[in-house]
Structures are given as C-alpha cells and as structure tokens.
C-alpha cells in the first residue's frame, strides 16, 4: 500500500534528519516506525478500571492539598454541600 502525505519543508528536514541520525533512509525509518506501532497493544476505548473503594480514590487525590487549604474548609461541607455548592440558605440539622 502506498501512501502520500503532505509534509511542510520543515516537517520533511525534520524527518530527513531523524532518519539520518539514524543512518536510515526516510523510507526505512518510517516502516520501522510503522512496525513499532503495528506492534503495541491498542489503547482500550475505555480506561481500565480503578477497583479501590472510593475514599481510597478520595485520599489519594487528596495528598497533596497543603494544610492551610484544607484547615480553611467547612467543616460542615457534607451537610450543607447546597450551600456552599449553589448558595442556598443552610439548613437546620
């Protein structure tokens, strides 16, 4: 199979000069290329799952939230995560 594609003066010099370093020629330094990819596995359309209980993710993405940030969040937040997320009035609990 033939394929032509269109590269700037830049992109080619470029690719040229890869290949060089290389001691290929652009033909034999792009099928090499072709056959690296044709060799890795194929990204999945979906990411792998992460099987950790969730306050595991939660840590985890938390670590690195710096003391004086955390110190100045509500200690109320959960139960009255409709005021601080849309400004609702709080509720009585």
């Known amino acids: 199979m033939t394929v032509t594609i269109q590269l700037s003066d830049e992109q ?3 690719l040229k000069a890869q290949a060089a370093n290389e001691g290929l020629t652009v ?5 090499r290329l072709a056959e690296k990819c044709a060799q890795q596995p194929r990204p ?3 990411q ?3 099987e950790r209980p969730i306050w595991e993710v939660i840590a985890d993405n938390m670590k690195d939230v710096p003391p004086e940030v955390m110190a100045a ?4 937040g959960a139960s009255q ?3 601080y997320i ?3 009035p709080k509720r009585e609990v």
């Not at 033909?27 to 099928?31: R, S, T």
């Not at 969040?73 to 109320?76: K, R």
């Open 12 to 14: 080619a010099a470029a």
């Open 27 to 31: 033909d034999a330094w792009l099928q």
């Open 44 to 46: 999945s359309s979906m």
């Open 48 to 50: 792998e799952r992460d």
């Open 73 to 76: 969040m509500p200690e109320d």
């Open 81 to 83: 995560h409709d005021h």
């Open 86 to 88: 849309y400004g609702w």
